[in-house]
């Protein structure tokens, strides 16, 4: 019963450097999205996928890049970290297209930025 | 752009104690509601959907209710325990768009 896997757990960058953020799913989910959450901003949307090979931005995507090129995986991306993006990041994924219908979380990748 | 506002941001209560937990919204065209159980350092685990034409869903000691004509919605908890000690966030989506969630209330259980 794996569900979302996230990896790495804990990272620690410094600023400037470049990272990707693992996440897979084995329940033939075709809706996939990041969130990153943060005290006082609860979980906001970063990118989602309704399918392989189709990406959309959310309410923060600056920053960040995606790619959806299998049903199973959907990397995230951090192109020239900032300590802006010290975050708590968290992969999740559903049956529903567009998101809906109950929503499976992983576990969460903590990430610090120097 | 919808809002989705939790209040109290925390709560404590002591043990075997039945509670409320209150999410409302501005944008009552909503397809489903959700409430989500969120641990110290874990992901969201989803505890009940409401789709938007029912009115309530229950699992165990967890009742849900939705009143969308007035933009709420309410998770009771029946005869509370510690374990019960996390997080709840709701969060609603118009069944063509992501979901936008509340901030949470953080509920306390004492023994």
């Known amino acids: 019963n794996a569900g979302v896997t996230q990896t790495p757990k804990f990272q620690v960058l410094k600023t400037g450097q470049s990272m990707t953020l693992q996440c897979a799913q084995d329940m033939n989910h075709e809706y996939m999205s990041w969130y990153r959450q943060d005290p006082g901003m609860g979980l906001r949307l970063i990118h989602y996928s309704v399918g392989a090979g189709i990406t959309d931005q959310g309410e923060v995507p600056n920053g960040y890049n995606v790619s959806r090129s299998t049903t199973e995986d959907f990397p995230l991306r951090l192109l020239s970290a900032a300590p802006s993006q010290t975050s708590v990041y968290f992969c999740?994924?559903?049956?529903?297209?567009?998101?809906?219908?109950?929503?499976?979380f992983g576990e969460g990748s903590r990430l610090t930025v120097l | 752009k919808q809002e989705v506002t939790q209040i109290p941001a925390a709560l404590s209560v002591p043990e075997g104690e039945n509670l409320v937990l209150n999410c409302s919204f501005t944008?009552?065209?909503?397809?489903?509601l959700q409430w989500f159980r969120q641990d110290p350092g874990k992901g969201l685990t989803s505890l009940l959907l409401?789709?938007?034409?029912?009115r309530e869903q229950t699992s165990g000691r967890l009742n849900a209710s939705l009143d969308k004509s007035s933009g709420r919605s309410t998770l009771y908890i029946a005869a509370s325990q510690p374990g019960d000690s996390a997080t709840y966030l709701c969060a609603t989506d118009k069944g063509n768009t992501p979901l936008v969630f509340g901030k949470g209330t953080r509920l306390s259980v004492i023994a």
């Open positions: 409401i789709q938007s034409s029912q």
């Open positions: 944008d009552s065209a909503i397809y489903n």
């Open positions: 999740a994924s559903t049956k529903g297209l567009a998101g809906t219908g109950e929503l499976f």
